[in-house]
């Protein structure tokens, strides 16, 4: 069974940055494409962005310009870093393959941003 741990998230002023990490257990990560995903009370879970195995990446929207994924496939690990942060940016952080392949989803990690 594949295990989700993020870890990185933390309370933060507007304009901050943070740093989120994935780690996947299993050779498994190395051939899929993952995303981090997040989810506030008032939105329903959404995909922030994604990364290929080979290291494509996309982002919504909302994130463009401001938030980079990266992933180390030796450590199978992904990276969210997470520059400019406003308050609309607070969230329970996810990881997961994109679509969703695994389950149960990790515990996730929460992201705070302060005005």
């Known amino acids: 069974q594949v295990q989700l741990v993020e870890s990185g998230g933390g309370l933060v002023q507007a304009g901050g940055s943070l740093r989120l990490s994935c780690v996947v257990s299993?050779?498994?990560?190395?051939?899929?494409?993952v995303g981090w995903y997040r989810q506030s009370p008032e939105k329903q879970r959404e995909l922030v962005g994604a990364i290929t195995s080979g290291g494509f990446t996309t982002y919504a929207d909302s994130v463009k310009g401001r938030f980079t994924i990266s992933r180390d496939n030796a450590k199978n690990t992904m990276y969210l870093q997470m520059n400019s942060l406003t308050p609309q940016d607070t969230a329970v952080y996810y990881c997961?393959?994109?679509?969703?392949?695994?389950?149960?989803w990790g515990q996730g990690t929460q992201v705070t941003v302060s005005s």
């Open positions: 299993g050779s498994i990560f190395r051939v899929t494409r």
């Open positions: 997961n393959g994109v679509p969703p392949v695994w389950n149960p």
